[in-house]
Nanobody, 121 residues
Framework: QVQLVESGGGSVQPGGSLRLSCAAS????????MGWYRQAPGKERELVAT???????NYADSVKGRFTISRDNAKNTVYLQMNSLKPEDTAVYYC???????????????WGRGTQVIVFA
């Protein structure tokens, strides 16, 4: 089975930084797209950023210029560097990966359990 495990969440003051990591493990042939989503209390889950295996990135407008997504394909790990954090960035952050477990199989989305980020004044 495939598991994605996030780490790096925590509490920080506005203007601070955090770096999230997400490591995928298990039966993995390849991971095409990896990304981060977040869900704030009382709100729907929303896209934060995605990155392809080739390094192409996409960001939500709300985090452009402040967050940077990157990945290490050899380690099946994706990162999210978050700078200039704001109270509205407070949410549970979820990692996702479009994982192919065998060369002949279709890929499927897998999700981590999430890591909490709190930005407080």
């Amino acid at each position: 089975q495939v598991q994605l495990v996030e780490s790096g969440g925590g509490s920080v003051q506005p203007g601070g930084s955090l770096r999230l990591s997400c490591a995928a493990s298990g039966s993995i042939f390849s991971i095409k797209l990896m990304g981060w989503y977040r869900q704030a209390p009382g709100k729907e889950r929303e896209l934060v950023a995605t990155i392809t295996s080739g390094g192409s990135t996409n960001y939500a407008d709300s985090v452009k210029g402040r967050f940077t997504i990157s990945r290490d394909n050899a380690k099946n790990t994706v990162y999210l560097q978050m700078n200039s954090l704001k109270p509205e960035d407070t949410a549970v952050y979820y990692c996702t990966g479009d994982v192919q477990v065998n060369w002949w199989s279709h890929s499927h989305d897998y999700w981590g359990r999430g890591t909490q980020v709190i930005v407080f004044a």
